[in-house]
């Protein structure tokens, strides 16, 4: 059976919701029926988003690795206002794996997951656990997932682009992305877009060209 690595190459801050974001998140592989372990990010504190040259963060961070399966990939973010934020990195990691294994449940205990798609699966149990965390002091993004079926991991040479934007000098290899968006008290909307990079094994093809869009999200 052929491999494949998975590698969260970047997040970009596509509409910014404040002047500056500050951003933290976790973002969890599902391989088949199997969730992988949590992968909170940054490591220590947040991301910072906003002026020109800071709206890409290169994360070049392995996510899954082994036999090419459907795989679905949760991400969760969160703007950052007060409170202790290793904590809340705690809460939300908890909540995207609570919901994988909710998920993960239904489709394997009956008529659940007979009825819908596991996708529809996860993507419900995302918006019923983060609903849990609006007593956080920061502000959640909507949760977001993306389903990658065995066929398109093993053709993602094929699919191999350059993300690049005008005002930030980061460059993102990616075949597959999912975006985040959500407003804050203030109506205030916020998105940001992560990018995948799935590498079967064998040679890998040539990128294509690079492409932008600073101009169409300026905030």
């Known amino acids: 059976m052929a491999d494949v690595k998975v590698v969260w190459t970047g997040l970009e801050c ?36 906003g002026p020109p040259g800071l709206r890409i963060f290169s994360a070049q961070r392995l996510l ?7 795989l679905t990939v949760s991400l969760a973010l969160v703007q950052h206002d007060s409170g202790d934020v290793e904590q809340e990195k705690q809460a939300v990691a ?36 983060f609903s849990q965390l609006l007593g956080l002091a920061d502000n959640p993004f909507n949760p977001a997932a993306v389903f990658i079926p065995k066929d398109r991991l093993l053709d993602a040479n094929s699919r191999r682009q350059i993300r690049q934007r005008t005002d930030d000098p980061r460059v ?22 992560l990018y995948l990079d799935v590498q079967p094994s064998g040679p890998p093809a040539e990128a294509c060209p690079p492409w932008t869009t600073a101009s169409a999200h300026p905030h």
């Not at 075949?175 to 998105?191: F, H, K, P």
């Open 172 to 193: 993102l290899q990616f075949t597959d992305q999912l975006a985040c968006s959500g407003t804050d008290d203030d109506g205030d909307l916020g998105v940001y877009a």
């Open 64 to 70: 899954y690795s082994g036999p090419a399966q459907d």
């Open 14 to 49: 596509q509409v910014r919701q404040e002047k500056e974001d500050d951003i933290f998140g976790s973002v969890q592989v599902i391989a088949g029926m199997t969730p992988q372990p949590p992968l909170k990010f940054p490591e220590s504190g947040t991301l910072q988003f």
């Open 94 to 129: 908890q909540a995207i794996s609570a919901a994988a294994t909710a998920a993960i449940a239904k489709a394997t205990g009956g008529a659940g997951g007979l009825i819908k798609p596991f996708i529809d699966l996860v993507a419900e149990a995302l918006v019923d656990f």
